[in-house]
Protein backbone atom coordinates (compact mmCIF):
# COMPACT_ATOMS: atom_id res chain seq x y z
CA UNK A 1 0.00 0.00 0.00
CA UNK A 2 1.84 3.23 -1.38
CA UNK A 3 2.10 6.44 1.08
CA UNK A 4 -1.22 8.37 -0.56
CA UNK A 5 -3.22 5.45 -0.20
CA UNK A 6 -2.71 5.08 3.17
CA UNK A 7 -3.71 9.14 3.45
CA UNK A 8 -7.04 8.73 1.87
CA UNK A 9 -7.65 5.56 3.79
CA UNK A 10 -7.37 8.01 7.00
CA UNK A 11 -8.99 10.35 5.65
CA UNK A 12 -12.22 8.37 5.13
CA UNK A 13 -11.77 6.37 8.63
CA UNK A 14 -11.84 9.86 10.17
CA UNK A 15 -14.53 11.68 8.19
CA UNK A 16 -17.18 8.89 8.31
CA UNK A 17 -16.72 8.48 12.06
CA UNK A 18 -16.91 12.24 12.37
CA UNK A 19 -20.44 11.91 10.47
CA UNK A 20 -21.80 8.79 12.54
CA UNK A 21 -21.02 10.88 15.73
CA UNK A 22 -23.06 13.97 14.42
CA UNK A 23 -25.82 12.10 13.05
CA UNK A 24 -26.24 10.28 16.37
CA UNK A 25 -25.78 13.32 18.67
CA UNK A 26 -28.52 15.83 16.58
CA UNK A 27 -30.84 13.84 16.66
CA UNK A 28 -30.68 13.40 20.89
CA UNK A 29 -30.32 16.91 21.47
CA UNK A 30 -32.89 17.80 19.19
CA UNK A 31 -34.90 15.45 21.53
CA UNK A 32 -34.39 17.01 24.74
CA UNK A 33 -35.10 20.46 23.33
CA UNK A 34 -39.05 19.48 23.07
CA UNK A 35 -40.08 16.60 24.39
CA UNK A 36 -43.11 14.60 23.75
CA UNK A 37 -45.64 11.66 25.43
CA UNK A 38 -44.04 9.14 22.29
CA UNK A 39 -40.55 9.94 24.02
CA UNK A 40 -41.11 7.80 26.68
CA UNK A 41 -41.75 4.23 27.30
CA UNK A 42 -45.27 3.80 28.87
CA UNK A 43 -47.79 6.52 29.73
CA UNK A 44 -51.19 6.46 31.18
CA UNK A 45 -53.82 9.15 30.99
CA UNK A 46 -55.35 11.71 34.29
CA UNK A 47 -58.84 12.87 33.93
CA UNK A 48 -59.10 16.00 36.41
CA UNK A 49 -62.19 16.55 38.92
CA UNK A 50 -63.66 19.91 38.43
CA UNK A 51 -62.17 23.14 37.40
CA UNK A 52 -59.64 23.12 39.89
CA UNK A 53 -56.20 24.20 39.16
CA UNK A 54 -54.11 22.14 40.99
CA UNK A 55 -55.00 18.47 41.10
CA UNK A 56 -53.29 15.40 42.93
CA UNK A 57 -52.99 11.78 42.03
CA UNK A 58 -51.11 8.86 44.17
CA UNK A 59 -48.67 7.45 41.89
CA UNK A 60 -49.40 4.30 40.60
CA UNK A 61 -47.30 1.36 41.12
CA UNK A 62 -47.10 1.15 37.50
CA UNK A 63 -44.89 4.36 37.06
CA UNK A 64 -42.09 2.74 39.85
CA UNK A 65 -42.30 -0.37 37.31
CA UNK A 66 -41.70 1.91 34.40
CA UNK A 67 -39.22 4.31 35.70
CA UNK A 68 -35.55 4.42 34.48
CA UNK A 69 -34.35 5.85 37.79
CA UNK A 70 -35.27 5.81 41.86
CA UNK A 71 -36.23 9.40 42.02
CA UNK A 72 -38.61 9.20 39.15
CA UNK A 73 -36.54 12.28 37.15
CA UNK A 74 -38.08 10.86 34.36
CA UNK A 75 -42.45 11.34 35.17
CA UNK A 76 -43.34 13.93 32.86
CA UNK A 77 -47.12 15.60 32.73
CA UNK A 78 -48.82 16.87 29.55
CA UNK A 79 -51.87 18.14 28.28
CA UNK A 80 -53.83 17.16 25.26
CA UNK A 81 -52.01 19.74 23.81
CA UNK A 82 -48.64 17.12 24.10
CA UNK A 83 -47.45 20.41 26.39
CA UNK A 84 -45.61 20.05 29.50
CA UNK A 85 -47.08 21.42 32.52
CA UNK A 86 -45.43 21.64 35.36
CA UNK A 87 -45.68 19.70 38.53
CA UNK A 88 -44.04 18.21 42.06
CA UNK A 89 -43.36 15.26 43.46
CA UNK A 90 -44.39 15.13 47.50
CA UNK A 91 -41.31 12.47 47.31
CA UNK A 92 -40.22 13.45 51.04
CA UNK A 93 -41.44 9.64 52.62
CA UNK A 94 -43.36 10.94 56.06
CA UNK A 95 -41.45 10.02 58.61
CA UNK A 96 -43.24 7.66 61.88
CA UNK A 97 -45.02 10.26 64.75
CA UNK A 98 -44.23 10.14 67.88
CA UNK A 99 -47.19 8.85 70.05
CA UNK A 100 -49.23 11.00 71.53
CA UNK A 101 -48.68 9.64 74.97
CA UNK A 102 -46.72 7.19 76.05
CA UNK A 103 -46.93 5.55 79.82
CA UNK A 104 -46.73 2.86 82.25
CA UNK A 105 -49.82 2.05 83.82
CA UNK A 106 -49.77 -0.59 87.25
CA UNK A 107 -50.23 -4.04 86.69
CA UNK A 108 -52.19 -6.24 88.75
CA UNK A 109 -51.96 -9.98 88.27
CA UNK A 110 -54.66 -12.26 89.18
CA UNK A 111 -53.71 -16.10 91.04
CA UNK A 112 -56.05 -18.93 90.43
CA UNK A 113 -57.03 -21.54 92.57
CA UNK A 114 -56.61 -25.26 91.86
CA UNK A 115 -59.30 -26.97 90.52
CA UNK A 116 -61.44 -24.12 89.74
CA UNK A 117 -62.22 -22.36 86.59
CA UNK A 118 -62.05 -18.92 86.30
CA UNK A 119 -65.29 -18.00 86.65
CA UNK A 120 -65.40 -19.71 89.60
CA UNK A 121 -62.90 -17.99 91.45
CA UNK A 122 -63.82 -15.13 94.37
CA UNK A 123 -61.62 -12.42 93.00
CA UNK A 124 -61.57 -9.10 95.55
CA UNK A 125 -60.44 -5.79 94.06
CA UNK A 126 -59.69 -3.09 96.30
CA UNK A 127 -60.49 0.86 94.76
CA UNK A 128 -59.74 3.68 95.97
CA UNK A 129 -61.95 7.07 96.46
CA UNK A 130 -60.71 8.28 92.63
CA UNK A 131 -61.78 4.19 91.63
CA UNK A 132 -57.74 3.38 90.87
CA UNK A 133 -57.14 0.20 91.80
CA UNK A 134 -55.29 -0.75 95.14
CA UNK A 135 -54.98 -4.33 95.35
CA UNK A 136 -55.99 -7.25 93.70
CA UNK A 137 -56.18 -10.80 95.57
CA UNK A 138 -57.82 -14.04 95.17
CA UNK A 139 -59.47 -15.54 97.98
CA UNK A 140 -58.70 -19.37 98.94
CA UNK A 141 -55.28 -18.56 96.68
CA UNK A 142 -52.31 -20.73 98.09
CA UNK A 143 -49.50 -18.27 99.19
CA UNK A 144 -47.00 -17.28 97.40
CA UNK A 145 -43.45 -19.25 98.51
CA UNK A 146 -40.23 -20.04 96.40
CA UNK A 147 -41.05 -23.72 96.43
CA UNK A 148 -44.13 -23.24 95.00
CA UNK A 149 -44.17 -20.73 92.31
CA UNK A 150 -47.75 -19.62 90.89
CA UNK A 151 -48.31 -18.22 87.67
CA UNK A 152 -50.88 -15.49 87.30
CA UNK A 153 -54.57 -16.78 85.20
CA UNK A 154 -54.51 -13.25 83.61
CA UNK A 155 -53.31 -9.44 84.23
CA UNK A 156 -55.40 -6.59 85.47
CA UNK A 157 -54.29 -3.01 84.10
CA UNK A 158 -55.68 0.18 85.95
CA UNK A 159 -55.67 2.63 82.83
CA UNK A 160 -57.84 4.91 84.57
CA UNK A 161 -55.31 8.16 85.01
CA UNK A 162 -54.63 7.94 80.73
CA UNK A 163 -56.14 10.89 79.03
CA UNK A 164 -56.42 9.36 75.36
CA UNK A 165 -57.30 6.17 73.91
CA UNK A 166 -54.80 3.55 74.14
CA UNK A 167 -53.55 2.14 70.14
CA UNK A 168 -50.33 0.22 71.50
CA UNK A 169 -49.94 -2.21 73.90
CA UNK A 170 -46.28 -3.59 75.02
CA UNK A 171 -45.57 -6.03 77.46
CA UNK A 172 -42.14 -6.24 80.10
CA UNK A 173 -41.43 -9.33 81.38
CA UNK A 174 -39.92 -10.31 84.36
CA UNK A 175 -37.10 -12.23 82.42
CA UNK A 176 -37.04 -11.22 78.98
CA UNK A 177 -37.88 -14.43 77.10
CA UNK A 178 -35.96 -16.72 74.87
CA UNK A 179 -37.65 -18.78 72.45
CA UNK A 180 -41.30 -18.56 73.00
CA UNK A 181 -43.98 -18.19 71.10
CA UNK A 182 -47.16 -17.52 72.39
CA UNK A 183 -50.59 -15.42 72.24
CA UNK A 184 -52.42 -12.83 74.31
CA UNK A 185 -56.08 -11.75 74.63
CA UNK A 186 -56.69 -8.15 75.52
CA UNK A 187 -60.24 -7.19 77.24
CA UNK A 188 -61.24 -3.60 78.16
CA UNK A 189 -63.99 -2.53 80.88
CA UNK A 190 -65.02 0.51 82.96
CA UNK A 191 -66.08 -1.07 86.21
CA UNK A 192 -64.37 -4.30 86.14
CA UNK A 193 -67.22 -6.13 85.71
CA UNK A 194 -68.46 -5.82 81.96
CA UNK A 195 -65.53 -6.54 80.10
CA UNK A 196 -65.50 -6.39 76.21
CA UNK A 197 -62.75 -8.03 73.64
CA UNK A 198 -60.39 -6.07 71.92
CA UNK A 199 -57.51 -8.63 70.43
CA UNK A 200 -58.53 -12.08 70.95
CA UNK A 201 -55.44 -13.93 70.04
CA UNK A 202 -52.11 -11.13 69.76
CA UNK A 203 -49.08 -12.71 68.47
CA UNK A 204 -45.94 -12.98 70.88
CA UNK A 205 -42.54 -14.08 69.35
CA UNK A 206 -39.12 -14.33 70.97
CA UNK A 207 -36.67 -16.17 69.25
CA UNK A 208 -32.90 -16.30 69.14
CA UNK A 209 -30.98 -17.98 66.90
CA UNK A 210 -27.64 -17.80 67.54
CA UNK A 211 -26.43 -13.98 67.46
CA UNK A 212 -30.13 -12.90 65.94
CA UNK A 213 -32.97 -12.28 67.67
CA UNK A 214 -36.42 -11.20 66.97
CA UNK A 215 -38.98 -10.01 68.92
CA UNK A 216 -42.63 -9.81 67.73
CA UNK A 217 -44.59 -7.74 71.08
CA UNK A 218 -45.92 -5.12 69.81
CA UNK A 219 -49.81 -5.70 70.62
CA UNK A 220 -52.24 -3.02 68.15
CA UNK A 221 -55.54 -2.72 69.63
CA UNK A 222 -58.29 -0.28 67.81
CA UNK A 223 -57.98 3.04 69.60
CA UNK A 224 -60.00 2.39 72.61
CA UNK A 225 -60.28 4.55 75.99
CA UNK A 226 -61.42 2.54 79.02
CA UNK A 227 -60.24 2.70 82.81
CA UNK A 228 -59.11 -0.83 83.11
CA UNK A 229 -57.71 -3.80 81.11
CA UNK A 230 -57.17 -7.20 81.02
CA UNK A 231 -54.48 -9.16 79.65
CA UNK A 232 -54.57 -13.17 79.51
CA UNK A 233 -51.73 -15.04 78.74
CA UNK A 234 -50.77 -18.73 77.84
CA UNK A 235 -49.87 -21.22 80.85
CA UNK A 236 -46.16 -20.61 79.58
CA UNK A 237 -45.82 -17.26 79.32
CA UNK A 238 -43.05 -15.58 81.17
CA UNK A 239 -44.18 -13.74 84.68
CA UNK A 240 -45.50 -10.15 83.10
CA UNK A 241 -44.43 -7.27 85.41
CA UNK A 242 -45.39 -4.12 83.32
CA UNK A 243 -46.76 -2.76 80.55
CA UNK A 244 -46.08 0.11 77.99
CA UNK A 245 -49.04 1.70 76.41
CA UNK A 246 -48.86 4.37 73.32
CA UNK A 247 -51.76 6.59 72.90
CA UNK A 248 -52.43 6.59 69.14
CA UNK A 249 -49.48 9.46 66.90
CA UNK A 250 -50.96 12.94 66.10
CA UNK A 251 -50.50 11.34 62.17
CA UNK A 252 -51.59 8.15 61.27
CA UNK A 253 -50.42 5.68 59.41
CA UNK A 254 -50.21 6.49 55.38
CA UNK A 255 -51.96 4.15 53.18
CA UNK A 256 -49.07 1.89 51.50
CA UNK A 257 -48.58 -0.03 48.45
CA UNK A 258 -47.18 -3.02 47.79
CA UNK A 259 -45.45 -6.07 45.51
CA UNK A 260 -45.15 -9.42 46.21
CA UNK A 261 -42.46 -10.99 44.10
CA UNK A 262 -41.28 -15.08 43.58
CA UNK A 263 -37.66 -16.27 45.11
CA UNK A 264 -35.59 -17.73 42.33
CA UNK A 265 -32.08 -19.92 43.12
CA UNK A 266 -29.31 -18.03 43.52
CA UNK A 267 -25.69 -18.70 42.77
CA UNK A 268 -25.14 -20.47 46.28
CA UNK A 269 -27.36 -22.65 47.41
CA UNK A 270 -28.06 -20.97 50.54
CA UNK A 271 -29.14 -18.06 48.27
CA UNK A 272 -32.52 -16.93 47.00
CA UNK A 273 -32.60 -13.98 44.25
CA UNK A 274 -35.72 -11.33 44.12
CA UNK A 275 -36.27 -9.25 41.53
CA UNK A 276 -39.07 -6.54 42.63
CA UNK A 277 -39.37 -5.15 39.04
CA UNK A 278 -39.79 -1.60 40.54
CA UNK A 279 -37.91 1.35 41.58
CA UNK A 280 -39.82 2.26 44.69
CA UNK A 281 -39.15 3.68 47.79
CA UNK A 282 -39.57 0.67 49.91
CA UNK A 283 -39.07 0.66 53.81
CA UNK A 284 -40.80 -2.61 54.75
CA UNK A 285 -39.84 -5.66 53.74
CA UNK A 286 -41.37 -9.43 54.77
CA UNK A 287 -40.34 -13.02 54.22
CA UNK A 288 -43.35 -15.30 53.43
CA UNK A 289 -42.33 -18.79 53.82
CA UNK A 290 -44.18 -21.35 52.42
CA UNK A 291 -43.60 -24.42 53.95
CA UNK A 292 -44.82 -25.10 57.31
CA UNK A 293 -42.81 -25.35 60.34
CA UNK A 294 -40.10 -24.01 58.70
CA UNK A 295 -37.48 -21.60 60.53
CA UNK A 296 -34.46 -20.11 59.48
CA UNK A 297 -31.94 -16.88 60.18
CA UNK A 298 -31.32 -14.80 57.13
CA UNK A 299 -29.67 -11.76 56.11
CA UNK A 300 -31.80 -9.66 53.80
CA UNK A 301 -29.49 -7.71 50.75
CA UNK A 302 -29.55 -5.18 48.26
CA UNK A 303 -27.73 -3.88 45.60
CA UNK A 304 -28.12 -0.81 43.21
CA UNK A 305 -27.47 -2.20 39.72
CA UNK A 306 -27.14 -5.95 38.79
CA UNK A 307 -22.38 -5.91 38.65
CA UNK A 308 -22.81 -3.77 42.00
CA UNK A 309 -21.88 -5.28 45.60
CA UNK A 310 -24.33 -6.33 47.61
CA UNK A 311 -25.40 -4.29 50.63
CA UNK A 312 -26.87 -5.79 53.89
CA UNK A 313 -29.82 -4.27 55.11
CA UNK A 314 -31.50 -6.09 57.62
CA UNK A 315 -31.04 -9.29 59.58
CA UNK A 316 -33.99 -11.32 61.07
CA UNK A 317 -35.37 -14.54 61.42
CA UNK A 318 -37.98 -16.07 58.80
CA UNK A 319 -40.29 -18.45 59.83
CA UNK A 320 -43.70 -20.01 59.80
CA UNK A 321 -45.03 -22.25 62.39
CA UNK A 322 -47.88 -23.84 64.27
CA UNK A 323 -48.39 -23.35 67.70
CA UNK A 324 -51.86 -24.44 69.78
CA UNK A 325 -53.06 -25.18 66.21
CA UNK A 326 -52.25 -21.39 65.37
CA UNK A 327 -50.46 -20.18 62.29
CA UNK A 328 -47.72 -17.77 63.00
CA UNK A 329 -45.60 -16.32 60.14
CA UNK A 330 -42.54 -13.96 59.86
CA UNK A 331 -43.41 -10.53 60.53
CA UNK A 332 -42.43 -7.47 58.39
CA UNK A 333 -38.58 -5.78 59.11
CA UNK A 334 -38.59 -2.16 59.01
CA UNK A 335 -35.68 -0.61 56.92
CA UNK A 336 -34.12 2.08 55.93
CA UNK A 337 -35.68 3.63 52.70
CA UNK A 338 -34.39 1.69 49.75
CA UNK A 339 -34.78 1.30 45.94
CA UNK A 340 -33.17 -0.92 44.62
CA UNK A 341 -34.65 -3.61 42.62
CA UNK A 342 -32.17 -6.28 43.23
CA UNK A 343 -32.72 -8.44 46.55
CA UNK A 344 -31.35 -11.33 47.83
CA UNK A 345 -32.08 -13.55 51.08
CA UNK A 346 -28.96 -15.67 52.26
CA UNK A 347 -30.21 -17.84 54.40
CA UNK A 348 -28.15 -19.12 57.92
CA UNK A 349 -26.41 -22.74 56.02
CA UNK A 350 -26.57 -24.50 59.96
CA UNK A 351 -30.53 -23.90 60.02
CA UNK A 352 -31.23 -26.64 57.21
CA UNK A 353 -33.10 -23.78 55.02
CA UNK A 354 -36.51 -22.57 54.42
CA UNK A 355 -37.99 -25.48 52.47
CA UNK A 356 -39.99 -25.75 49.34
CA UNK A 357 -41.55 -23.72 47.41
CA UNK A 358 -38.63 -21.23 47.83
CA UNK A 359 -39.73 -17.91 50.57
CA UNK A 360 -41.50 -14.86 48.73
CA UNK A 361 -40.55 -11.37 49.44
CA UNK A 362 -43.39 -8.77 49.69
CA UNK A 363 -42.17 -4.94 49.96
CA UNK A 364 -43.86 -1.97 50.82
CA UNK A 365 -43.78 1.74 50.65
CA UNK A 366 -45.80 4.52 51.58
CA UNK A 367 -48.53 6.14 48.75
CA UNK A 368 -46.56 8.95 47.28
CA UNK A 369 -48.83 11.99 45.76
CA UNK A 370 -47.65 14.07 42.16
CA UNK A 371 -49.53 17.30 42.14
CA UNK A 372 -49.80 19.20 39.21
CA UNK A 373 -51.16 22.47 37.47
CA UNK A 374 -54.13 21.54 34.85
CA UNK A 375 -52.99 24.25 32.17
CA UNK A 376 -54.93 23.82 29.01
CA UNK A 377 -57.40 21.00 28.23
CA UNK A 378 -57.18 17.48 29.41
CA UNK A 379 -56.99 14.43 29.32
CA UNK A 380 -53.73 15.10 31.03
CA UNK A 381 -51.25 12.49 30.10
CA UNK A 382 -48.74 11.16 32.86
CA UNK A 383 -45.73 10.05 30.99
CA UNK A 384 -42.61 7.80 32.40
CA UNK A 385 -39.70 5.85 31.10
CA UNK A 386 -37.22 7.47 29.57
CA UNK A 387 -33.19 7.12 30.06
CA UNK A 388 -31.46 10.49 29.37
CA UNK A 389 -34.87 12.47 31.17
CA UNK A 390 -33.96 15.31 33.71
CA UNK A 391 -35.43 16.21 36.28
CA UNK A 392 -37.90 18.95 36.15
CA UNK A 393 -39.90 18.57 38.58
CA UNK A 394 -40.58 21.84 40.89
CA UNK A 395 -40.80 22.11 44.32
CA UNK A 396 -44.06 21.44 45.95
CA UNK A 397 -43.92 24.42 47.69
CA UNK A 398 -43.55 26.62 44.54
CA UNK A 399 -47.28 24.95 43.30
CA UNK A 400 -48.69 25.43 46.60
CA UNK A 401 -47.56 28.12 48.77
CA UNK A 402 -47.64 27.95 52.47
CA UNK A 403 -47.61 24.74 51.91
CA UNK A 404 -47.86 22.59 55.37
CA UNK A 405 -47.06 18.32 55.41
CA UNK A 406 -49.92 16.80 53.83
CA UNK A 407 -51.37 20.00 52.74
CA UNK A 408 -51.74 18.02 48.92
CA UNK A 409 -54.40 15.68 50.62
CA UNK A 410 -57.13 18.44 50.57
CA UNK A 411 -56.87 18.98 46.59
CA UNK A 412 -59.20 16.95 44.05
CA UNK A 413 -57.66 13.71 43.17
CA UNK A 414 -57.35 12.68 39.20
CA UNK A 415 -58.34 9.85 38.01
CA UNK A 416 -55.62 7.25 36.34
CA UNK A 417 -56.29 5.28 33.25
CA UNK A 418 -54.67 2.20 32.07
CA UNK A 419 -51.06 1.80 31.17
CA UNK A 420 -50.27 2.57 27.41
CA UNK A 421 -46.66 0.95 26.21
CA UNK A 422 -44.91 2.95 23.48
CA UNK A 423 -43.70 0.63 20.43
CA UNK A 424 -40.06 0.10 20.74
CA UNK A 425 -37.70 2.57 19.13
CA UNK A 426 -35.90 2.14 16.33
CA UNK A 427 -32.33 0.93 15.80
CA UNK A 428 -29.49 3.25 16.72
CA UNK A 429 -27.32 4.11 13.49
CA UNK A 430 -23.92 3.21 15.68
CA UNK A 431 -23.59 -0.21 17.64
CA UNK A 432 -25.61 -0.88 20.82
CA UNK A 433 -22.64 -1.25 23.00
CA UNK A 434 -21.87 2.57 21.93
CA UNK A 435 -24.71 3.82 23.05
CA UNK A 436 -24.42 1.90 26.68
CA UNK A 437 -21.30 4.00 27.07
CA UNK A 438 -21.85 7.05 29.56
CA UNK A 439 -21.02 10.84 28.35
CA UNK A 440 -17.08 10.61 29.46
CA UNK A 441 -16.52 7.58 27.36
CA UNK A 442 -18.41 9.85 24.37
CA UNK A 443 -16.30 12.31 24.89
CA UNK A 444 -13.07 10.17 24.84
CA UNK A 445 -14.42 8.61 21.70
CA UNK A 446 -15.37 12.35 20.03
CA UNK A 447 -11.71 13.24 21.16
CA UNK A 448 -9.67 10.54 19.33
CA UNK A 449 -11.94 10.78 16.09
CA UNK A 450 -11.26 14.42 15.84
CA UNK A 451 -7.39 13.39 16.62
CA UNK A 452 -7.76 10.89 13.57
CA UNK A 453 -9.24 14.02 11.29
CA UNK A 454 -6.79 16.31 12.33
CA UNK A 455 -3.69 13.70 11.57
CA UNK A 456 -5.23 12.79 8.26
CA UNK A 457 -5.23 16.57 7.08
CA UNK A 458 -1.82 17.27 8.37
CA UNK A 459 -0.65 14.27 6.44
CA UNK A 460 -2.67 14.92 3.26
CA UNK A 461 -1.23 18.24 3.61
CA UNK A 462 2.32 16.83 3.82
CA UNK A 463 1.57 14.85 1.00
CA UNK A 464 1.03 17.91 -1.56
CA UNK A 465 4.30 19.27 -0.68
CA UNK A 466 6.07 16.46 -1.41
CA UNK A 467 4.74 16.21 -4.57
CA UNK A 468 5.55 19.36 -4.94
CA UNK A 469 9.26 19.37 -4.56
CA UNK A 470 9.16 16.09 -7.02
CA UNK A 471 8.36 17.84 -9.79
CA UNK A 472 10.55 19.69 -12.11
CA UNK A 473 10.32 23.13 -12.83
CA UNK A 474 8.80 24.08 -16.29
CA UNK A 475 11.34 25.51 -19.00
CA UNK A 476 13.19 25.27 -21.86
CA UNK A 477 15.97 22.23 -21.66
CA UNK A 478 20.35 23.09 -21.17
Known amino acids: ????????????????????????????????????????????????????????????????????????????????????????????????????????????????????????????????????????????????????????????????????????????????????IGTARIEASDDLKTWRTLVADASLVYLVQGATRLSQDRILLPPVRAKYFRVTLGASAPLLVGVQMDAPALRGEPKRQAVRVAGQPGEQPTEIRYDLGVHAPVDRLRVDVRQTNALAPVRIESRAEPKAEWRLIASSIAYRLVRDGREIASPEVSIGVNASREWRLVIDAASGGLGSPLPELEASWPVRNLVFLARGSGPFTLAVGKKDAPGVALPIASLIPGYRDQGEASLPAATVGELRKAPPPPPPLLPAFIGEQDPKKLGLWGALLVGVLLLAVMAWRLSRQMQGARTPPHGPST
Not at 32 to 43: I, S
Not at 97 to 113: H, K, L, N, R, Y
Request: with cysteine; charged share 15%; net charge negative.
Open 1 to 180: MTFHSIVRTACRVGLAALAACVATWLPAAGARAAEAPTDFAAAMSLTTQGNEALQRVEIPVAVYANAQFADLRDVRIFNAANEPVPFALVSDVPQPSAPAETFSPPVFPVFGVPGKRVDQLDVRIEQRADGTVASIRTINAPPLTPNVPQHPINYIIDASAATLPVAVMRPKWQTPPENY
